[in-house]
């Protein structure tokens, strides 16, 4: 069956129906809005016109690799990164991180049980790195109260096999800046290398420093910093698809490039983890990055700022709630007493239009609920302040979220490594999550399974999150 224009934008829309809104600053989480029409406009025109031109070979298409070089340039300016450096253009912020541990760890073929030194904050990311490249994460418990990694601990934990250290400007889960400059010193000292994650903060930060001078010191300027990686699809505003890895110099950078002349086809040629791949998220960033412009670019980093401080003074007069920790950027991290639960919250903030993303509690973090600010939202910080007392409020009057004493046991019985496929089944019955045919169905409000979830171990919520992904990715029939 085949379907003509007008049918086929028909039902993308009503497939699109049941999305989170990108634009609008009502989703707190996963997108970011200027509020630029015309940034949005000329990103996706660039994106249309570049979408089937392909980065694989750059002499093919070197427009691709000009406009790559170009947005190195500016982002290696933005981290005063110094003479000499070299950057890549990547997927996005995982993609970036893969590279980072990859160059670090084979940098190094003399340790053959290769570490990295990571603070708890440290995004996912790294741990899927680790996974990925047998690279084993040494996690360094961060200051309970600032949320900040501990210098003096992360430099405790380096040692002969360690081959990268890390630190984030700022934390995705908490929005604070690590002190870089002594962890970079002490992964200098020890001639280890020293990743900083400003893949969230690294085109916003730069923007805030002229008004806040008291901005932790992250970037190149900080001595023993190596490299540095920046995401363009979060607050350069760009569609989505780009972010850049930056070295201090191209020998760094040197072992996470690749080729491969061992077949009878074209010699592979590689400086990132994708081979084919589309210009048009890279040609959309151009657009957006020289449409924009440094000015602007400073000016929706001030309106992000100033929605992320107000609503932070603002929960200060909600009962129930209060910050994780003071905000370095323009992302939010909050925690409910024992009155109510962020994944009631959470909930609650939906039903009124707001999408504030739960976290689940980790080591002695607790649950947070996280608020990614875009200069969007600063239309509506008012009312997101009022929402959020009203939805606190709402929560406080039905209590805390709690799981049936006898799930979590039966779910606490379940050992992560050997989870079958009947087992999960009958926990999802026992939670009301399975369907008449064993489909998995998820309920319009998520606090139960959240608060079920966020009783368990990590393991085991990892183990059960995978059977959940497992049966929601299956063909349509
Ligand atoms: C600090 C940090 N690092 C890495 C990532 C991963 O980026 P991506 O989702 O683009 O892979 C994120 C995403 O939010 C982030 O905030």
Known sequence: MTMDHDEIRAALTVLRARDLPTHGGRTLAYVYDSGLASADAIGREALAAFASTNGLDPTAFPSLLRMENDLVGIAGRLVDAPDGFAGVVTSGGTESILLAVLAARDARPDITAPRMVLPTTAHAAFHKAAHWLGVDPVLVD?????????????AGAIDDRTVLVVASAPSYAHGVIDPVQPIAAAAAAAGVRCHVDACIGGWVLPHLRA?????????????????????????????????????????????????????????????????TKSGGPVAAAWAVVHHIGADRYASLAGDARTATLDLASAVDGIPGLTVAAPPDSTLLALVADDSCD???????????????????????????????????????????AAD??????????????????????????????????????????????????GTLVLPERMAAVNALLDALPPELREALLLGVIDRLARPTP
């Open 388 to 437: 959020l007392a009203d939805a606190t409020a709402a929560a406080r009057t039905t209590g805390p979220a709690r799981p049936p004493v006898e799930l979590v046991a039966m779910a606490s019985a379940i050992d992560p490594a050997t989870l079958d496929e009947a087992t999960f089944t009958g926990l999802l019955a026992a939670a009301g999550l399975a369907g008449g045919d």
């Open 342 to 384: 962020v994944f009631t919250i959470s909930d609650e903030m939906l039903d009124r239009g707001w999408f504030v993303q739960p976290q689940m509690r980790f080591r002695d973090l607790p649950a947070t609920l996280h608020l990614t600010f875009s200069a969007a939202t600063a239309a509506s910080s008012d009312l997101i």
């Open 211 to 275: 008004a806040d001078p008291g901005q932790l010191p992250w970037t190149f300027a900080v001595d023993g910093v190596t490299s540095v990686s920046l995401d363009l699809h979060k607050y350069a505003y760009t569609p989505k698809g780009v972010s850049v890895l930056l070295h201090a110099s191209a020998e760094l950078r040197r072992t996470h490039l690749f080729a491969s002349a061992r077949w009878p086809g074209y010699t592979m040629l590689n400086t990132t983890a994708q081979s």
């Open 142 to 154: 961060v200051d309970p109260v600032t949320k900040r990694a501990e210098p003096v601990a992360m």
